[in-house]
């Protein structure tokens, strides 16, 4: 709110496909407000669990969430099952946005982006990103907690007026694909990029990682 706290605003549906007249909705939410949408596949009640539907969050292709507004927000988007991106989260400029992504799968599509200044995606299973993500503002920060890390696409957090931000990437199994992209590059120095294989130990990199500095 504008003269008090920031607020919670919450969806909570089984399967939900986020379209241009919701992301609109979505989009005023967010300029004073954290937005929550949980999408669940089952509903429990007396020990007995009911399949409603997949639980998987679409944003659908072309589709853009748009942060406005000097109030940082948050957008939390929670799925019992997939979280698929065909469209984009941004942030308008002068505007701050955190993002949470919290899933059993999560496929970015080639074309979508994730902006914002903190983005936070978490899988029991694989994250497969074909897209972007982008840090933004300043101190960028990507943390991935995944089951199994593919990226095809991109991420970055850049910064042309300071340091580059920080990139966290944490799975069983790390894989930058041919054509991948990490960035951490700064004006005076590069930031930080930390990629690290549990369990298997795997990383298999035919990608490229870069923490620029123009101080060298």
């Not at 639980?55 to 799925?79: H, R």
């Amino acid at each position: 709110a504008p003269a008090g706290k920031v607020g919670t605003w919450l969806l909570d549906p089984y399967d939900l496909t986020i379209d241009a007249t919701s992301a609109a909705v979505i989009s005023t939410a967010l300029q004073n407000n954290n937005v929550t949408v949980q999408v669940v596949g089952n509903v429990c009640s007396g020990g007995t669990c009911t399949q409603n539907g997949s639980g998987n969050l679409t944003i659908s292709s072309g589709v853009e969430i748009l942060k406005s507004g000097a109030t940082t927000t948050t957008l939390s988007l929670f799925a019992d099952g997939a979280f698929l991106n065909y469209g984009s989260i941004n942030v308008a400029p002068g505007s701050l946005l955190n993002v949470l992504v919290n899933s059993a799968a999560v496929t970015l599509a080639a074309g979508s982006n994730i902006g914002a200044n903190q983005v936070t995606v978490r899988a029991q299973g694989p994250v497969n990103i074909f897209g972007t993500i982008t840090g933004v503002g300043s101190n960028p920060l990507v943390n991935i907690l995944a089951g199994v890390f593919n990226l095809y696409g991109a991420i970055a957090v850049n910064s042309n007026s300071s340091n580059g931000g920080k990139i966290n990437v944490t799975a069983s199994r790390v894989t930058l694909k041919s054509g991948s992209r990490i960035e951490a590059n700064g004006l005076t120095d590069g930031g930080e990029v930390t990629v690290t294989a549990n369990g298997t130990g795997e990383v298999n990199s035919q990608g490229y990682v870069q923490a620029n500095g123009g101080t060298g």
